[in-house]
């Protein structure tokens, strides 16, 4: 578990930090000071966390940190919503596993989208958490979903398929990443998050 959280970090900071050199080589330093500032903030709540474990309301306002950097990067040509279960804010879910799932959305859909349009949904159901992630991007064959989804593919370039594997060895194999989308009809992500009865012992 802690190997696959693990391989998720390192691409966001590269990505990161790699926007920052850019607005530094064009000189744009004001943009580059204030994703310094964005950036160590997410950092301080992603990588100094002990809890494996953390509310959905701070993973929210990681996302909200996290997507104001990106606009910083791509000329606030995304916009996000939120639709948002008060009483889901304290639910607990495993960290840093919507960040992964938002950055796919922007990177692969920045060269094909004026405005990307990204909607974050959580309900509280009788038993469990949902989340969903929906994007108007390009979309994605069913090929490419059972691609994303698939172990050790070069298509998992933003943590898919380690988001999918973490939720299956945290809450057991039916409890993976939910993708519906189809091409040029964006992508819906669904998590589902147990609230009682967590499996803390399933594997693959």
Do not use: W
């Amino acid at each position: 578990m802690d190997f696959l959280q693990a391989q998720i970090n390192p691409h966001f900071i590269h990505n990161t930090l790699s926007s920052i050199r850019f607005n530094i080589e064009i000189g744009n330093t004001k943009a580059a000071d204030e994703m310094i500032i964005l950036f160590s903030r997410v950092l301080r709540k992603t990588l100094s966390r002990s809890d494996e474990f953390i509310d959905l309301d701070d993973e929210i306002n990681t996302i909200r940190d996290y997507v104001e950097l990106q606009k910083l990067r791509y000329s606030e040509s995304i916009h996000v919503s939120y639709e948002l279960d008060a009483e889901a804010k304290s639910v607990k879910i495993p960290t840093f596993i919507l960040q992964p799932l938002v950055e796919n959305a922007i990177f692969h859909n920045a060269d094909s989208c004026d405005i990307i349009r990204i909607r974050i949904e959580s309900r509280l159901r009788e038993d469990h958490l949902e989340i969903t992630i929906t994007d108007n991007g390009k979309g994605m064959s069913q090929q490419q979903i059972e691609t994303a989804l698939s172990k050790g593919v070069t298509y998992n370039k933003v943590g898919i398929y380690n988001v999918h594997e973490r939720l299956q060895l945290t809450y057991g194999i039916s409890n993976g990443l939910e993708i519906h989308s189809g091409d040029g009809q964006g992508t819906m992500i669904r998590i589902r998050i147990p609230i009682e009865n967590r499996n803390d012992e399933a594997t693959l």
